[in-house]
């Protein structure tokens, strides 16, 4: 089914009086996730956002809790406010990242309130990717560019209307405002077909690299790969899956806030401990945690490699340390054998 | 509810050299001669010991306005220290108006511990600037905790 | 340029060989279109992958100091003034350092041809021309419309320091200091200004690409790290990243050499040049000093003279 795009920015417009929106917009210099009040302010045409939207589940400085000391009673408040919100325009790489977020912030063992809250609280709308770049690789990834998996609905852009489709309950919900759909014609199935099968051009095989990398923890692979790494965090914080974070005090006198902000395993100084020890104060201990974290670790805890193919460390990265070619590397390490 | 508004006083952070400008202060005090009580002191051994960080912080921490004194050049107690201080002070003024903060904020002065009279002079006149300019307009100010972009 | 790459593999190849060095630092081919990658290469064998052309961006002397034993590295005139700094701070030995010097015209900036072509699919540097395939569209540009901000100032393209010098010279064009985009900016009012900063600082998400792509930011300890006294709060307001920029900024003043490393490293494109281009010109006019000249002289804020002037006082 599908809706014009006018009739859809009518409902989006009305939508907008409930739900906080986030949708993308352009900004010098790209695209970016930022709250909109009309569906006029949204930009249609793109590749994908330079950052990933994940700053509205996780955002990159939060006030976890607000303490206040008098004489002897200490306050504590949470800061956490939720809005009900409606994530527009998501492409299925940050959608399936989402996913993988909330196997770190919202699984039996442990819920983190101030994600799973803005999460239950959002709502969906994925979008295919129409065009696609050459450093995206999401078909290596189990996903592709109309990959539904973790929108509550998906559109894919048809010109002058959207082909709309539930993919949830909580995205049923939201439809009940979607008024006048119509059966797509001839032309616009066809081009619906041609989106659905397409695939990035560029590809991976990580197929085996779970297995492979189990056996290369002392692998001399990782003696140069690093070197060219700036041990900056350009490509955590432009990762739609990475999660790592610091946890800090302002106190000022009497008051003081706990923070939580981002931080990542490329710093040097991540891993330091109070003691002063340093695990990974070494960049190759640092790259070869980056490697075994999404493509090893993360497997054998969450089921799944933390990785969805955007593309958006390879651009990002002022050395130009590509993931794609780490990646192959491991692929064609010789396992030195003991 | 008290309808007037209080008038504004300034909160001025003043890092002032402890051989001269501490001195020169301290005399000001001892001789009366009478300053807005606007400026909180912060003594260190010489104005070379001064970190550009220390005025942005300052800032940060919600001071409206900051002054740095130190021996006038070629009295410095450790010789040259206020010789390199000259430098950076005169780098710091003018990054810090090239981003915009306002003209007279952030001020430096050399104040002989002999000048007393002086130093209350200075302070007037620092104080009377950063009155006129308002409070803290936030250049480098930071929210409680830190914040995030809209 | 091809007699450049054969004369840069056979240096290195010869360095290699004869065990004068343990490894050339210099530019292999990148994974994307019109990217070049640092590449660390020990044994004469790999030297072939060794390039040099207008995408040799990155500022290689930033590795300098973090790789052991004798290296070679493959410096443009920027990057030779950065290693001469490091020198005059003693945070290199000149013995472990073969400089391998090229004169450079300058660099290309990828985003000013994203911003007209959209995403770059294949791109070919010919003499005079480069030809992109975009996906926007396709179009040809000059050298000229595409060169780094900081190359089109640059005064010293031809390398201050080297061990052997590959290629020809370069003639200077601009021989006096111009900083006519400071004094732009400076001729903006207060007002325009702060809005200005305030707009590209909200843009920075505290990566420290540019802090680490810096070969001159090599404190093992940086002060946003330091949490004693805790400087930065770890907010990304632009308040605060405006104080981490203007911190660091005035780290380097007096030693920054200019060579745009930290802009071009910038994920978000913040303009951070701006900055550092005001202290050049400051350090210029009021102390007649250029950093990384020479390995006799200083930084800046390490020399003073009786004569400095001090019109930062107040009036009273």
Not at chain 3, 98 to 106: D, L
Not at chain 3, 301 to 313: G, I, M, Q, T, V
Request: glycine share 8%; with cysteine.
């Amino acid at each position: 089914m599908k809706i014009s795009k006018e009739k859809f920015g009518q409902a989006f417009d009305a939508l907008a009086a409930d739900y906080q929106i986030i949708a993308p917009v352009s900004e010098a210099g790209g695209v970016n996730y930022l709250a909109v009040k009309s569906f006029s302010e949204v930009k249609q045409d793109y590749l994908n956002s330079k950052l990933p939207p994940k700053s509205f589940l996780f955002p990159q400085h939060e006030k976890l809790l607000t303490y206040k000391k008098e004489g002897k009673d200490v306050t504590v408040k949470t800061e956490l406010q939720v809005e009900k919100s409606v994530l527009f325009g998501i492409r299925p790489c940050d959608a399936k990242a989402m996913l993988l977020l909330d196997k770190v912030f919202k699984n039996d063992e442990y819920r983190d309130p101030y994600y799973y809250e803005r999460r239950d609280n959002s709502v969906v709308i994925g979008q295919a990717c129409n065009k696609i770049s050459p450093s995206c690789f999401c078909s290596s990834m189990g996903i592709s560019p109309a990959s539904s998996e973790g929108s509550d609905i998906f559109l894919i852009d048809l010109g002058d209307s959207y082909q709309v489709e539930v993919i949830t309950e909580k995205g049923k919900a939201l439809m009940a405002g979607l008024q006048e759909l119509s059966e797509l014609s001839a032309d616009e199935q066809a081009l619906v077909d041609t989106i659905k099968s397409a695939q990035t051009s560029s590809k991976v095989d990580v197929a085996t690299i779970t297995a492979k990398l189990d056996k290369m923890f002392d692998s001399p692979f990782w003696d140069s790969l690093h070197e060219k790494c700036l041990s900056c965090n350009a490509c955590t914080f432009s990762c739609p899956t990475c999660h790592c974070f610091d946890i800090s005090e302002e106190v000022h006198k009497n008051e003081g806030s706990r923070v939580r902000t981002w931080d990542g395993c490329m710093a040097p100084l991540f891993t330091l401990h109070g003691s002063g020890h340093n695990p990974r104060d070494k960049k190759k201990a640092r790259w070869r945690q980056r490697m075994m974290h999404k493509f090893n670790y993360f497997v054998h805890n969450n089921g799944d490699i933390a990785c969805v193919g955007c593309g958006r460390c390879i651009k990002s990265c002022p050395v130009n340390l590509d993931i794609r070619q780490v990646i192959d590397g491991v692929n064609n390490a010789e396992l030195v054998v003991d | 509810m008290n309808t007037e508004t209080k008038a504004f006083e300034p909160k001025i952070a003043a890092f002032l050299c402890n051989w001269c400008s501490y001195a020169g202060a301290d005399l000001a005090g001892v001789g009366r001669f009478q300053y807005p009580a606007t400026i909180r002191t912060i003594r260190v051994p010489c104005s070379g010991r001064i970190n550009p960080l220390y005025l942005l912080k300052a800032m940060a921490n919600g001071a409206d306005g900051v002054l740095v004194s130190g021996c006038h050049p070629g009295d410095c107690h450790y010789m040259s220290g206020n010789y390199v201080a000259r430098r950076k002070f005169a780098l710091i003024d003018s990054l810090l108006k090239h981003v915009g903060l306002e003209e007279g904020r952030v001020s430096f002065s050399w104040v002989s511990a002999a000048e007393g009279v002086r130093f209350a002079e200075v302070v007037k006149g620092v104080t009377e600037r950063v009155t006129a300019l308002g409070p803290n307009k936030g250049v480098f100010k930071v929210e409680d905790g830190g914040g995030t972009n809209e | 340029m091809n007699s450049i790459i054969e004369d840069i593999r056979a240096t290195a190849r010869q360095l290699l060989t004869d065990g004068k060095v343990d490894v050339v630092i210099g530019y292999e081919k990148g994974s994307l279109p019109l990217s070049a990658t640092p590449c660390f290469v020990r044994s004469p064998q790999d030297t072939d992958k060794l390039i040099w052309d207008e995408t040799c961006e990155n500022n290689l002397a930033a590795f300098s100091t973090l790789t052991q034993g004798k290296k070679a590295i493959i410096a443009k005139g920027c990057d030779s003034r950065a290693l001469v700094v490091l020198l005059q701070e003693n945070q290199l030995v000149r013995d472990d350092l073969y400089i391998i010097g090229v004169s450079c015209q300058g660099v290309i900036n990828k985003k000013k041809i994203e911003a007209e072509t959209g995403e770059i699919l294949e791109a070919s540097i010919n003499p005079g021309k480069i030809t992109v395939k975009g996906m926007e569209c396709d179009k040809e540009f000059t050298f000229a419309e595409l060169k780094d901000a900081s190359c089109q100032t640059c005064r010293y393209p031809n390398p201050v320091l080297e061990d052997i010098h590959i290629g020809g010279l370069i003639e200077v064009a601009q021989q006096a200091a111009v900083f006519a985009d400071v004094t732009e900016m400076e001729n903006k009012t207060d007002a325009e200004r702060q809005a200005y900063f305030k707009e590209q600082m909200s843009k920075c998400i505290r990566c420290y690409a540019c802090r680490n792509a810096c070969p001159l930011c090599y404190c093992k300890e940086c002060f946003v790290d330091c949490n004693s006294p805790k400087w930065l709060t770890g907010g990304v307001d632009s308040a605060e990243n405006l104080f981490f920029q203007a911190g660091r900024v005035l780290h380097l003043a007096g030693r920054c050499v200019e060579c745009g490393a930290c802009s071009r490293a910038c994920p978000q494109d913040v303009d951070i040049r701006a900055l550092n281009r005001k202290m050049s010109k400051d350090v210029f006019n009021m102390y007649h000093h250029e950093s990384g000249i020479s390995v006799e002289g200083s930084g800046a804020l390490n020399e003073y003279s009786a004569d400095d002037p001090e019109a930062f006082l107040v009036k009273e």
